[in-house]
């Protein structure tokens, strides 16, 4: 990957247009209509420039196998768009868009000929697009091309804060017009006003099944803030300590499968953990199929983000599975990826009522205090292991300590001592 962030985010800008164009296009044409489908009041999808971006970040080393490029920008696309209906959800209580009289759906919000189509678009983007979309934009002045991305995060920024603000505070009455909160009239100026309604009647009109379903708001459905905290806290520190188990097992010998530099927390299996629990929250009580496969997808997108994140941040690979048998990259492995599916059946069927009473219990006697003191500690130690990577990986290149923070982290934290938390960094 060799865009600079400045390309990147004229990437960026340039799919969250050409995604808008092809929304609205269809909209447009199949209503008989103009459909403004963007999220946002611009004209913008920015899911497609998330996307764009993401992938041409992430999926850049799958550019020598055509089929397994397809295969990752499929998946990639497709996790995407099922966590953006998600959080969309779980914004106002209502679905966006509803794939459920498609064939080979999944949950309604992704199914398999989309799939396809995104797959094949991702493909397109990172073969031949993306360069030519660059070439473009470096004939531009470098003055004037920041100064242009600089106005449109800006606008983009408040564009969607504006929208957000808007769908937090419609509220549906029976199945008639959606009327606003009165707590909200009775604060908001005529301007604000104004530009909510604005935004409210394009949302109503791009989106008109957004009120065909109100979905219940028990606070049941919901995966609190601090639970979700303790879940990347356990799930963090018992999957350091299956991984270390697991080791011991398969190779004989014991070997630190710690994510940070203070104590047995894996990052990797903390996050998964939560995330996970919060992506499929609502869906916990679905068949055993359903969760296997939504495991297996997220799972492996998951890991093979992560090994790129990693690689790309601090130059390190931590895990490589090239000698197991259909891996893709050394990234991830399909034997691996039908764990995580297993692992999602196990720890919603069995696992998580253990947790959430365990949690409770956790919550209720000491309240939030332990939990900030808890979340407080662990963001201390990713930083200093993010400190600590980051010296390990430049002293590897003959770069020596410069800052005082950079002298304190090669004291502290040696290569001896780096190579004994991370063993298999190469």
């Known amino acids: 990957m060799h865009y600079t962030i400045l390309e990147l985010f004229a990437l960026y800008f340039y799919y969250s247009f050409f995604g808008w164009l092809i929304e609205t296009g269809v909209a447009s044409i199949k209503n008989k209509t103009y459909r403004n489908r963007g ?125 957000i603000l808007t769908i937090k505070h419609i509220e549906k009455k029976s199945s008639k017009l959606i009327q606003w909160n009165k707590k909200l009239d009775h604060w908001t100026t005529g301007l604000e006003k104004s530009i909510t309604s604005h935004i409210q009647t394009r949302i109503e009109k791009a989106y008109p099944d957004i009120r065909a379903e109100k979905q219940s708001t028990t606070t049941e459905e919901k995966l609190s803030i601090q639970e979700f905290i303790w879940l990347f806290i356990l799930g963090a520190f018992l999957g350091d300590i299956v991984e270390t188990i697991f080791c011991r097992v398969t190779t004989g010998i014991w070997m630190s499968r710690s994510s940070l530099v203070w104590g047995p927390f894996s990052i990797v299996w903390g996050l998964a953990l939560a995330l996970v629990t919060a992506l499929l929250y609502k869906n916990k009580d679905k068949s055993d199929s359903y969760l296997f496969v939504m495991g297996t997808f997220l799972g492996g997108a998951y890991e093979y983000i992560c090994s790129v994140f990693t690689e790309i941040v601090f130059g390190k690979i931590f895990w490589d599975y090239s000698h197991i048998p259909f891996n893709l990259g050394g990234r991830i492995n399909l034997l691996y990826c039908f764990f995580w599916g297993i692992a999602a059946v196990v720890w919603f069927k069995l696992l998580y009522p253990l947790f959430h009473t365990l949690i409770e219990k956790i919550i209720k006697t000491f309240g939030k205090w332990l939990t900030i003191l808890l979340f407080v500690f662990m963001l201390a130690d990713i930083s200093v292991s993010i400190f600590a990577l980051l010296r390990y990986d430049a002293r590897e290149h003959g770069q020596k300590p410069q800052k005082q923070w950079e002298q304190q982290i090669d004291a502290h934290f040696p290569d001896e001592r780096m190579q004994r938390i991370y063993p298999n960094a190469k």
């Open 39 to 163: 999220f946002v009041s611009g004209p913008f999808c920015l899911v497609y420039g998330f996307s764009g971006v993401f992938m041409t970040i992430f999926l850049w080393d799958l550019q020598k196998t055509p089929l397994f490029l397809f295969l990752g920008t499929s998946i990639v696309a497709t996790v995407i768009e099922w966590i953006t209906g998600k959080v969309f959800e779980r914004l106002n209580q209502e679905r966006w868009w509803d794939y459920s009289d498609k064939k080979w759906n999944i949950d309604g919000y992704i199914c398999l000929s989309y799939s396809i189509l995104w797959g094949i678009l991702g493909c397109i983007a990172i073969y031949w697009l993306n360069d030519l979309l660059v070439a473009v934009f470096q004939l531009l002045p470098v003055f004037l091309l920041r100064l242009c991305i600089w106005i449109l995060v800006g606008i983009n920024i408040l564009d969607a804060i504006a929208s």
